[in-house]
């Protein structure tokens, strides 16, 4: 039986493992030395920590172990380095020394209850506060190491650096162990065994599992095996742009490579290298470039790019055009190959100056994109680590609620919910005294907390062209069934159920036509349908896209798209289109602008770029002036007639618009559906309210709405369509 083995280190592939000391390591080799899940090992790279091994069945052969990122600090081993590992015991501790390593902290009370049963070794790194959650694979085996971490503690998420410990070696916090945290911040590179805080590590970017990848290859191969480029004879990738919407982690990611790689890393904030002085711009970008050059391997993070480097044909500003120039020829003169790599971020790549965006200067653009249902699980689980939640708490639930949302916008919805359980317990705090025990135990985040802060908390990818998803379901709509029926199978179904489409081969249709005559409720059945497919819903009102400027109705068509695919599953509703998408040919001299955007509209929709779960809408009263091309199977599959409601359907409107009124006993709502012929269901809400007007007018203390004033109602109020103006309907 060997006593220590060799493994290669992988990022670790569980939320609940980080901060918690927890290492994952292929089976076969734990039998080797005789580990079973729950021992203590010693881990080994250049510097030592220890951690508690559990099996990892789905890395069987593989021979790695998954640690995350602070233990990866810890152990002072990198992603795809080796460490030694071996069984081990930690000695009860007399006495363990604490300290912040990023801020000032208060402490009130005994914090010993915070590391109860924490594993630590001096010049370590650790995490006090991350939540309890049951460990997968065993859990059960590890609920008295975490039992201490049950009690309020009075230590939030905070990183603290061990920096000595009685006696030497790994050692746990007991009962007994004397925990003296300091609240002044410790420089971590003075403590012995200590090289490097980590500041953010993979595990801290929820999902963009694929874009990490491709950073790490274009970035921590280069600097750390530079020989690799020499041997192939080639030179290492100098540049990586990263572009997407505002909030998706472009920076996070940058950091993290940073640490992660043990590299120089300087971030200049765009505009911040601008000078009042000729020359100076220039000058700060050189300053920066021979920094990194001198302390290699180096990462420059340059981020709102789009800020000193845009299009130079299109600048006014002579020290743009120059600081454009400058930045090429550094990009282009690096000396020390594949140690030195510039990322730079942007959310507007289309901006930037094209020379740019060429080999040998950004050899690799990555996109970071809206994240999906898995990823913003993925990203609330990182931001509710440290986070007090209630059972009824389901991250499952709110991912599945939250599209459109990207990585800030989830952040800043889990620091709303906190935000609301601190407001509630505020009046129960007394000035400069101590908060006791029980108010701290109060402090727990439910799903009421939750959705209470989604009513608050804006999808920032959507925020330009944002309309709240309507609060009206298919019960708020009388009659209609037929339409409500066509409507769930064309838009609500593939958006919720993709996989039976996918079954039988077929795919669903990509726009609907609703048209009828006014009133008989098409805009309600779009935000019925919105609200109910539980999808983004962008409302276009026809006209509001025309533009005086050439070109800018066209840009508008562009835009509604692009975000409808950024942030997908989304419904795109269309209002009143006969107004922007009249037969071409007939443009009544509009210049042209209704052709152009018919033609935008035709190729976004059924053009070389594909619409994934984008469902599109259109209401209109005139379908006959139209353009044909719309109108086409592939356009517009389906085309629902909104019919004027039947008797039946009357009934239902009635009882849909009355079902907050006092009614009288006498009042007949059979027998005024049955004399409202030829009235649809705005004439219907109309004689409603208008009945109810009537019942004020005569008397401001009445408490009913008695048959008399439904009447006179009715006949006040008329069919806003006749039979003659039906033809242009059908």
Not at 400 to 429: N, Q, W, Y
Request: net charge negative; with cysteine.
């Amino acid at each position: 039986m060997e006593n220590e083995i060799n493994l290669k280190v992988a990022e670790s592939i569980s939320q609940a493992d980080v901060g918690r000391g927890i290492a994952r390591v292929d089976p076969t080799y734990m039998t080797k030395i005789d580990l079973l899940d729950g021992d203590l090992i010693e881990i080994k790279g250049s510097k030592t920590t220890a951690a508690t091994v559990v099996s990892s069945q789905s890395d069987v052969g593989l021979g790695i172990i998954r640690i995350d990122g602070t233990t990866r600090k810890n152990s002072g081993a990198s992603i795809g380095e080796e460490v030694t590992i071996k069984k081990t015991e930690a000695k009860e501790a007399k006495k363990v020394v604490l300290a912040p390593v990023e801020h000032q902290i208060s402490i009130r009370g005994d914090v010993r209850s915070a590391f109860l049963n924490k594993v630590m070794v001096q010049g370590n790194i650790i995490i006090s506060g991350i939540r309890q959650q049951r460990i997968p694979q065993g859990g059960s085996l590890f609920d008295d190491m975490f039992r201490g971490m049950m009690d309020v503690s009075p230590l939030g998420e905070i990183k603290l650096a061990v920096v000595s410990t009685s006696p030497a070696g790994i050692v746990k916090v007991g009962p007994n162990t004397n925990v003296e945290v300091q609240t002044e911040p410790v420089d971590v590179s003075k403590i012995e065994g200590t090289k490097n805080l980590v500041d953010v590590s993979y595990e801290d970017i929820g999902g963009l599992k694929e874009e990490v990848k491709k950073v790490r290859e274009m970035i921590e191969i280069p600097l750390k095996r530079p020989e690799l480029f020499d041997r192939l004879g080639i030179s290492a990738p100098k540049g990586v742009l990263m572009h997407g919407p505002p909030g998706t982690g472009k920076t996070l990611l940058a950091k993290a490579v940073a640490s992660e790689s043990d590299a120089h890393f300087i971030s200049i904030n765009g505009p911040e290298i601008m000078s009042k002085y000729v020359g100076g711009s220039e000058e700060n970008l050189r300053e920066f470039f021979e920094e990194a050059e001198e302390n290699a391997p180096s990462i420059i993070f340059i981020d709102e790019l789009d800020a000193i480097a845009p299009k130079r044909e299109e600048t006014q500003g002579e020290v743009e055009r120059r600081t454009v120039a400058q930045l090429l020829t550094l990009m282009d003169g690096l000396k020390s190959r594949g140690q030195v790599v510039v990322i730079g971020a942007t959310n507007r790549p289309d901006s930037l100056d094209p020379a740019l965006r060429r080999p040998g200067r950004f050899d690799r653009e990555i996109e970071i994109g809206v994240p999906d249902k898995e990823e913003r699980k993925e990203v609330m689980e990182i931001h509710t680590r440290g986070m007090p939640l209630a059972e009824d708490v389901d991250l499952d639930e709110i991912s599945d609620t939250t599209h459109g949302f990207v990585g800030a916008d989830l952040e800043a919805l889990c620091k709303e919910s906190a935000m609301r359980v601190v407001r509630k317990v505020l009046p129960d705090i007394k000035t400069d005294e101590e908060i006791p025990k029980e108010t701290l135990q109060k402090l727990i985040v439910t799903k009421d907390d939750f959705k209470e802060a989604l009513k608050e908390i804006q999808p920032s990818a959507l925020r330009e062209i944002l309309v709240q998803i309507p609060d009206i379901g298919w019960a708020d709509i009388g009659g209609l069934d037929s339409a409500k029926q066509e409507l769930q199978e064309a838009v609500e179904w593939p958006l919720k159920y993709p996989e039976h489409f996918e079954k039988f081969g077929v795919k669903p249709p990509k726009g609907t036509l609703l048209h009828g005559s006014p009133g008989t409720g098409k805009t309600l059945l779009a935000k019925a349908v919105a609200n109910e497919s539980e999808a983004n819903f962008i409302a276009v009102k026809g006209p509001e896209l025309l533009s005086k400027w050439v070109g800018e109705s066209e840009k508008g068509v562009r835009e509604v798209f692009r975000k409808a695919r950024q942030t997908a599953p989304t419904v795109i509703f269309f209002d009143e289109i006969d107004s922007i998408a009249s037969t071409r040919g007939d443009s009544g001299g509009d210049s042209g602008v209704t052709q152009r955007v018919v033609n935008q509209l035709l190729t976004e929709i059924d053009g070389m770029e594909e619409l994934q779960d984008v469902a599109i809408i259109a209401a209109t009263n005139r379908p006959d002036i139209i353009d044909p091309g719309l109108m086409r199977p592939g356009r517009f599959d389906r085309h629902i007639k909104v019919e004027n409601p039947n008797e039946e359907g009357r009934l239902a409107i009635f009882k849909v618009h009355t079902k907050d009124m006092p009614l009288a006993k006498n009042v007949n709502l059979e027998k005024l559906a049955k004399e409202a012929d030829d009235y649809v269901g705005a004439d219907i809400e109309a004689v409603c309210r208008e009945a109810a007007m009537l019942t004020l007018r005569d008397n401001l203390e009445a408490n009913e709405v008695t048959m008399k004033y439904f009447n006179k109602a009715m006949s006040k109020v008329k069919p806003g369509s006749d039979e003659g103006d039906m033809v242009q309907y059908l």
